[in-house]
Antibody, heavy 122, light 110 residues
Framework: QVQLVQSGAEVKKPGASVKVSCKAS????????IHWVRQAPGQGLEWMGW????????KYSQKFLDRVTFIRDTSATTAYMELSSLTSEDTAVYYC???????????????WGQGTLVTVSS | QSALTQPPSASGSPGQSVTISCTGT?????????VSWYQQHPGKAPKLMIY???KRPSGVPDRFSGSKSGNTASLTVSGLQAEDEADYYC??????????FGGGTKLTVL
């Protein structure tokens, strides 16, 4: 079955960068886009963007445009999200999610990673 | 783009029906039939409940249904059960390959 397994919790100081991994299995990794979504403590879901694994195209939310990078390693079936210039406002659980239907234009997420807590604290 | 608007809370007794709204604009909810709904229990990852406004993934009970009118989408949970108590989020395609989520609704089963 489709499975996305993320890396463990991170604690970072303000100004640092963090890199979260998302290991995929159970499907053809290169065929499905991976999206990144974050959730601050007690808050709602916030879409960060996606990477299309077939051609490495990326789309970043305007909010993160200058601070976030998505990459993927097809041989390792792993996607990565790197966020730089961290502040306390970036403390959140970060999720990777698979886009469910590569044939349609509907960006729904049918499988999610378990989430990675990133804490930014001095 | 701005987050879609959901009521912060909703509630119902076991067996009853409850509807959660999700209001956007003609640039997102109203412009595309690409609205999804997710259920999230505390400490867990979200789970897809509805996609394409009305479609249910396999394994999701038919007590969950979706609809849309104009710029507002809705999720209806019929025959409420205790395990339906969770946070619910809508999302929509917002053009230019972007996605926007709603603020979330906490559903309480009384």
């Amino acid at each position: 079955q489709v499975q996305l397994v993320q890396s463990g919790a991170e604690v970072k100081k303000p100004g640092a960068s963090v890199k979260v991994s998302c290991k995929a299995s159970g499907y053809t990794f290169r065929s499905y886009p991976i999206h990144w979504v974050r959730q601050a403590p007690g808050q709602g879901l916030e879409w960060m963007g996606w990477i299309r694994n077939g051609n490495d195209n990326t789309k970043y939310s305007q909010k993160f445009l200058d601070r976030v990078t998505f990459i993927r390693d097809t041989s390792a079936t792993t996607a990565y999200m790197e966020l730089s210039s961290l502040t306390s406002e970036d403390t959140a659980v970060y999720y990777c999610a698979r886009e469910g239907d590569i044939q349609a234009a509907d960006p729904y997420f049918d499988s999610w990673g378990q989430g990675t807590l990133v804490t930014v604290s001095s | 783009q701005s987050a879609l608007t959901q009521p912060p809370s909703a509630s119902g007794s076991p067996g009853q029906s409850v509807t959660i709204s999700c209001t956007g604009t003609s640039s997102d909810v109203g412009g595309y039939n690409y609205v999804s709904w997710y259920q999230q229990h505390p400490g867990k990852a979200p789970k897809l409940m509805i996609y394409g406004v009305t479609k249910r993934p396999s394994g999701v009970p038919d007590r969950f249904s979706g609809s849309k009118s104009g710029n507002t989408a809705s999720l209806t949970v019929s025959g409420l059960q205790a395990e339906d108590e969770a946070d619910y989020y809508c999302s929509s395609y917002a053009g230019s390959n972007s996605v926007v989520f709603g603020g979330g609704t906490k559903l309480t089963v009384l």
